[in-house]
């Protein structure tokens, strides 16, 4: 079932970095690969945590909390979304990005890194807690801009995605 309430979700930012405990740099699309994550993202592979979600909102709400200009991909997230509510997606639930990619929620937040930029700056960081995370059951190209569907095809109903 697809959930038509969010009809202006979408792709705010696409992030990727090549090395890991750096922050992201933006680009304009990026190819989804099935069961692996971004191609040329260090943190692709195969496992639970192949690309990170991070709604816009969060950023604009710590960026106000803290008097800082976060920019997206800063916080390490590969996909900032706007006008998509991620926490309320439950784990094994899927979200589809533009005409092809689906990605599976396997995690919400995570243990913050004290050695992240953010960390280091303000003393702490939203993908803890705000942060979800994906695998990808079905490549392909993604837009910045392209449309955000959420609770497409079927629920997978697990307890632990990790490995």
């Known amino acids: 079932m697809v959930n038509t309430k969010q009809n202006d979700a979408m792709v705010f930012a696409l992030s990727i970095s090549e090395v890991r405990g750096v922050k992201k740099h933006n680009v304009r699309e990026a190819i989804f690969v099935e069961d692996y994550g971004i ?20 950023i604009e ?27 309320s997606l439950p784990i094994g639930s899927t979200i589809k990005i533009g005409n092809d990619v689906v990605l599976l929620i396997t995690q919400h937040g995570k243990e913050c890194h004290t050695n992240c930029e953010i960390f280091k700056l ?42």
């Open 122 to 163: 303000v003393g702490k960081c939203v993908m803890p807690t705000e942060g979800i995370f994906a695998k990808v059951l079905k490549g392909g190209i993604v837009k910045v801009g392209d449309r955000i569907q959420t609770n497409v095809g079927v629920t997978i109903r697990e307890r632990s995605f990790e490995q």
């Open 61 to 87: 709400r710590f960026n106000s909390a803290s008097g800082l200009k976060i920019s997206p991909g800063e916080f390490a997230e590969n996909i900032t979304t706007k006008g998509v509510n991620l926490l």
């Open 39 to 58: 191609q040329n993202d260090a943190h692709a592979g195969k496992w639970h945590r192949q690309v990170s979600l991070l709604a816009l909102e969060s």
